[in-house]
Nanobody
Framework: QVQLVESGGGLVQAGGSLRLSCTVS????????MAWFRQAPGKEREFVAA????????SHADSVKGRFTISRDNAKNTMYLQMNSLKPEDTAVYYC????????????????WGPGTQVTVSS
């Protein structure tokens, strides 16, 4: 089986930082890409950032560009999301996903999802 597990969420003050991790357990994956999505209460799932597993090309949503940075450690089957200058509107459950296609921001193209980790940013 394949399982994705997020960690690193929590409660922080606006302007603070968090680093999320997503670790793949079970068999080793070699996905086209891995990505972070988020969903706030009453809102639809939103693309945050994605990274090609081979080559490392990245894509970031305009709302987080310059503040969030996605990265990965292929040997550890782990993906990270460094979040700086956090804003209250960043509050959401953050989900890790694996699979994807060249349309990196399309959540329907990802096959595996983690259970999510809560990020709450207070004003």
């Amino acid at each position: 089986q394949v399982q994705l597990v997020e960690s690193g969420g929590g409660l922080v003050q606006a302007g603070g930082s968090l680093r999320l991790s997503c670790t793949v357990s079970g068999r080793t994956l070699n996905p086209y890409a891995m990505a972070w999505f988020r969903q706030a209460p009453g809102k639809e799932r939103e693309f945050v950032a994605a990274i090609r597993w081979t080559g490392g090309r990245t894509s970031h949503a305009d709302s987080v560009k310059g503040r969030f940075t996605i990265s990965r450690d292929n040997a550890k089957n782990t993906m990270y999301l460094q979040m700086n200058s956090l804003k209250p509107e960043d509050t959401a459950v953050y989900y890790c996903a694996a699979g994807g296609s060249f349309l990196l921001n399309n959540g329907n193209h990802y096959d595996y999802w983690g259970p999510g980790t809560q990020v709450t940013v207070s004003s």
